[in-house]
């Protein structure tokens, strides 16, 4: 292990003394940020469709300040808790996810797992919980405990893959089930990245590619509408009013905005043109109504957050602590580019949140519970 | 150690690979953005506009209609139709109770909106703006007014055929609304209000983008005072007479303008004013411009004598009668009695061709040129046409076929000193902004007669009603000019009826100077046919009830017809008002014609204090003095005193308690 952590400490860059706490402080700094970013956004995209609801305006707004309250506490008690315990936790922690999962797709369970609008992601503990959001942290911290566990024997596909795939593929099961295809291919691709940090043949992945894409066409066929999605993803011009709506609304929305924007709470697009505009469409409405400036400032903070989690990683005392760092920045940072992408039209319509941003509770405490572990990974002297 | 060491290096790529990965996704995006909202933002801005922004049509009202005076005929007022959309009131129920108290509606609407099953209800009818406010005061949400501008006729159907209809898109449809249609029609404006997905709008997001633009105001030469008292003179008179319809024309002949215009049908409403539409053959009343004729080519005089005999004359295969044998009669004598074997006579002086242009130069067979969309040239044929009876004929006002638009112009140019005048219905149209938008002044058509001419036969005319066949529309205090006439009317089926008549009078007043031709027309009326024994005592009641109102302050007395400076495009001022006078015939009035109205007859002026102002003139004006009246309002005093002794045919000074100033300056060629 100390080979690793050699290595890594050989490239070029030779931190200066002092840039680790600086390092922390402009991550934390990011993050508090992206959360003031989203407090505004859910208020200006959401105190519309409240007051339809018969609510006051600032219903979600309050909702999700509460939530951002909560999720800070969380990261102050994560970064100062020891990462090295979640290897340990790793697998209880699964376990829990796994159960949570579970109850979710259980007939019978209705009273503490509600369906809403045709789905079952949420349980009712008192608070909502959206288990789907538990998957994707604990997830990484298990695929980066058994990633450092197994070492070099990663790079045999029986120890490998193989192994990863026999945990992932039930948990991606019970998560497509729920349904919310997204969460089950981003937890894919997040236990991917960490994977591929930790040295994994690239030929596996290419293997396992070819595997999942015939499962995944097949899966995708049997759901008309996803069907219908993926088409028009292809061909966004060709369908004026149908299945191409939210994309074309979500097209819309940023390129009303130009390059100052509408101005804040002037955005048309969130009087219902775009669904969930306060939650899977947050971004387009920040493009509205900030332009490309707004744009440019989000992206370039998940920008840096991507670099700086990049580089606590390598600054990290160990393998776990390494590949933790980099699959909790890939957390954050590839949900916020998904969201980009679908907002902008490169990737298919589909939900995926933006951590910090989109109103929702669950994402947003986990999203900061992942700063919290990566500042404390950050916090260790090599 | 090797593997370790490729393995460190392995990872070192792997690590710069991830953060490559990042840079370049958040370059993708960032370069995505740049395309959407820089090279593509106004494409992406029009279609979110196109989606976002309803456009509001922001109905421009339609021009007012008024009269000489200015009295609204025909305005615009602006209605509401109601939405409402229940999914968005608070409490349906609740809701739906106040509509119904408000606009007591129905209980099948107002369940309507209680059950809230349907998305968007229009509640039946229009509202008016009280009604509308009074609406949104307790239902804040859920209403959605939308504007209708409609017609509203503040006289009712008073001149409803002249001023015409509008369509159901407030479009004109029939007479002047359909004639000056482009004139009222306003610009509409547009406003811009954004809506939500669910195409539900917000009010509050309304933006007025184009504001409407009102349509101009037309002022007609019509006077509602004298129209009403036209329009219920003439109903009474096709009641009382039983006939099948009629027509009433007031014209000023100084300007041609048309002060009056009433047509009746007895039996349904009339789609437009017949009195330009629909032709006659009017009789007697023509005789006056074949003698006009004579007269101007010289070819007679009004002593003039020819033999009448028995009352028949033969000529050209045809037997032309009399009601009763005149023996020798002048041609004075000849149009004063109206007989037909006289005039049969005295044309055989004139050249068919002269007879022909002098017709046609009266304006028969020809448009007047009146400003409505819709009028009948009448017929007169070229004497290239004519039969042998033909001249005959015409001189008694046969086989020619004349509008009494056409009729009471001609009378005009007797009236006025032998021009012919073009008839004006409509004086101006003015924008909202007082622009002059459309302006007709008095016209000039052409010069008919010489002037002495014109007055010889006012002189005849008048003689036909102090002695002739006018008797009854003589109005005591009121020198009348005028002609009877008594016309076989034609039927498909049999020809020339010996039942069916029309009676027409047309009168001029007063005799000397006329200021007034009335033409009276009633179609088959029953029991006394004859012109005079019908058509005349209507004028006479309409000549009576004229002049005790006050609707008599437009037509300007003596002098010249009055012409405001104002050109077109300049502000103009309010339509040239009248004279401050009740009676604008504040000339002698008083004529000789009425021999109880000597010098010798004088009396005290009445107490007429406290009655209305048109009331206490005609009580004086029946008592047989002059009256002018100052003020309004009800008479407080008169001058001389009441008492006083006062000799019949002197002038009386009403004065009303309402002191406003008049109009105008009293006019100086006025009062004698």
């Known amino acids: 292990m100390k080979d690793l952590a050699a290595s890594l400490a050989v490239d070029a860059y030779v931190p200066a003394a002092g840039s680790a706490r600086r390092d922390a402080g402009m991550l934390l700094a990011i993050t508090v940020f992206l959360v003031l970013v989203g407090l505004i956004t859910v208020y200006s995209a959401s105190s519309f469709l409240a007051q339809k609801q018969g609510l006051p305006d600032h219903y979600y707004l309050r909702q999700q300040a509460s939530k951002a309250l909560v999720g800070l506490l969380v990261l102050y008690v994560l970064a100062r808790l020891d990462y090295r315990i979640y290897r340990r936790l790793a697998w209880p922690l699964l376990g829990v996810t796994l159960l949570a999962l579970f109850v979710l797709v259980l007939p019978g369970t209705e009273a503490i797992a509600p369906p809403r609008n045709g789905a079952r992601r949420w349980l009712d503990l008192g608070v909502q919980v959206q288990p789907s959001e538990l998957a994707k942290l604990v997830m990484v911290i298990w695929a980066a405990a058994l990633a450092a566990k197994k070492g070099e024997r990663l790079r045999s596909l029986r120890w490998g893959l193989a192994a990863f795939g026999v945990i992932y593929l039930p948990v991606a099961f019970l998560i497509v089930l729920e349904p919310d295809l997204s969460s089950a291919a981003l937890i894919g691709l997040l236990c991917a990245i960490v994977l591929f940090t930790a040295g994994a043949r690239i030929g596996h992945f290419i293997l396992l590619g070819l595997i999942a894409l015939p499962l995944f066409w097949e899966w995708i066929q049997a759901a008309s509408y996803r069907m219908a999605r993926l088409v028009t993803f292809l061909d966004a011009g060709s369908d004026p009013s149908g299945v191409g709506y939210q994309l074309r609304q979500s097209l819309i929305a940023v390129g009303s905005g130009g390059v100052l924007g509408v101005g804040y709470g002037e955005s048309a697009q969130k009087y219902f043109f775009l669904p969930e505009p306060h939650n899977d469409f947050a971004f387009a409405i920040i493009a509205e109504e900030w332009g490309l400036v707004g744009v440019g400032t989000v992206a370039l903070s998940v920008a840096v957050l991507g670099v700086l989690g990049l580089r606590i990683a390598r600054r990290a005392p160990d393998v776990f602590g390494y590949l933790l760092a980099v699959g909790l920045t890939a957390l954050i940072v590839v949900s916020a580019l998904m969201h980009m992408g679908v907002s902008l039209g490169l990737l298919p319509t589909t939900g995926v949140t933006f951590p910090f941003i989109s109103y929702g509770g669950s994402s947003l405490v986990v999203s900061l519970a992942a700063v919290g572990i990566l500042l404390n990974v950050g916090s260790w002297r090599t | ?672």
């Open chain 2, 1 to 672: 150690m090797r593997s370790a060491a490729r393995q460190a290096r392995r990872l070192h790529l792997r690590h710069h690979l991830l953060k490559l990965a990042l840079l370049l996704a958040v370059g993708l995006i960032l370069g995505r953005a740049l395309q959407l909202q820089v090279l593509e933002g106004v494409e992406w801005r029009t279609r979110a506009i196109a989606q976002h922004e309803t456009r509001v049509p922001l109905p421009a009202p339609r021009g007012k209609i008024y009269d000489r005076e200015g009295r609204e005929l025909v305005v615009s007022r602006t209605t509401y139709e109601i939405f409402v959309a229940p999914a968005e009131l608070a409490d349906r129920s609740a809701a739906a109770e106040v509509i119904r108290s408000v606009l007591r509606l129905g209980p099948e609407t107002t369940r309507r909106i209680a059950e809230g099953k349907r998305s968007w209800i229009r509640l039946p009818g229009t509202y008016s703006a009280l009604q509308k406010e009074k609406l949104e005061e307790r239902i804040p949400r859920g209403l959605h007014p939308q504007p209708v501008v409609d017609r509203f006729y503040p006289r009712g159907p008073l001149a409803a055929e002249i001023v015409g209809r509008v369509d159901f898109n407030g479009h004109g449809q029939s007479g002047l609304e359909l004639g000056f249609d482009s004139v009222l029609t306003g610009q509409p404006g547009f406003g811009v209000r954004q809506r939500d997905a669910t195409g539900a709008s917000a009010d509050w997001l309304t933006v007025t983008v184009v504001a409407p633009s009102p349509g101009s105001d037309v002022y007609l030469t019509l006077d509602a005072e004298l129209q009403a008292l036209a329009e219920s003179v003439l109903e009474d008179a096709v009641r009382e007479t039983e006939a099948s319809g009629g027509d009433l024309l007031i014209v000023e002949p100084k300007t041609g303008e048309l002060l009056a215009a009433a047509s009746r049908r007895s039996h349904w409403r009339l789609p437009h004013l017949t009195a330009a539409t629909e032709p006659y053959e009017a009789g007697s009343t023509l005789k006056p411009f074949t003698v006009a004729a004579l007269l101007a080519e010289g070819l007679a005089d009004l002593m003039d004598t020819v033999n009448t005999g028995g009352g028949s004359y033969r000529t050209a295969g045809r037997t032309i009668r009399d009601e009763q044998p005149h023996g020798r009669l002048s041609l004075a004598q000849t149009l004063a009695v109206s007989s037909n074997v006289g005039m049969a006579i005295f044309a055989e002086r004139l050249p068919k061709g002269v007879q022909f242009s002098y017709l046609r130069s009266f304006g028969f067979g020809t448009p007047t040129g009146l400003t409505y969309p819709s009028e009948s040239p009448g017929l007169l044929r070229r004497p290239s046409e004519w039969s042998a009876q033909s001249q005959a004929s015409l001189a008694i006002g046969y086989e020619v076929a004349v509008t009494p638009l056409q009729l009471v112009m001609a009378y005009g140019a007797l009236a006025n000193g032998g021009l012919l005048m073009r008839p004006l219905l409509v004086r101006e149209a003015q924008s909202a902004e007082g622009m002059i938008r459309w302006r007709r002044d008095p016209e000039v058509v052409r010069r008919v007669v010489p002037e002495d001419v014109a007055g010889k036969l006012r002189g005849v005319l008048a003689r036909a009603v102090t002695q002739g066949t006018g008797r009854s529309a003589g109005v005591r205090g009121l020198s009348v000019a005028g002609k009877t006439g008594t016309a076989q009317r034609f039927d498909q089926r049999q020809g020339y009826s010996g039942h069916s008549y029309t009676s027409s009078f047309v009168g001029l007043i007063p005799s000397d100077d006329p200021q007034l031709v009335i033409l009276v027309k009633l179609d088959e009326p029953s029991g006394a046919y004859y012109g005079g024994a019908t058509a005349a005592p209507v004028m006479r009641t309409a000549v009576r009830a004229a002049l005790a109102g006050s609707y008599w302050s437009a037509p300007p007395l003596m002098g010249e017809p009055e012409i405001p400076d104002e050109q077109a495009g300049v502000p103009a001022g309010r339509a040239p008002a009248g004279s401050p006078y009740i009676f604008a015939l504040d000339t002698p009035l008083l004529r000789a014609q009425d021999e109880r109205l000597t010098s010798q007859d004088v009396a005290a002026v009445p107490d007429v204090r406290g009655l209305s102002l048109r009331a206490a003139a005609q009580r004086l004006h029946e008592a047989g003095w002059r009256v002018v009246v100052r003020g309004g309002g009800r008479a407080v005093s008169t001058q001389p005193a009441v008492g006083t002794e006062l000799r019949r045919g002197e002038r009386v000074v009403l004065q009303g308690g309402d002191l406003s100033p008049p109009r105008r300056p009293e006019n100086p060629t006025g009062a004698g």
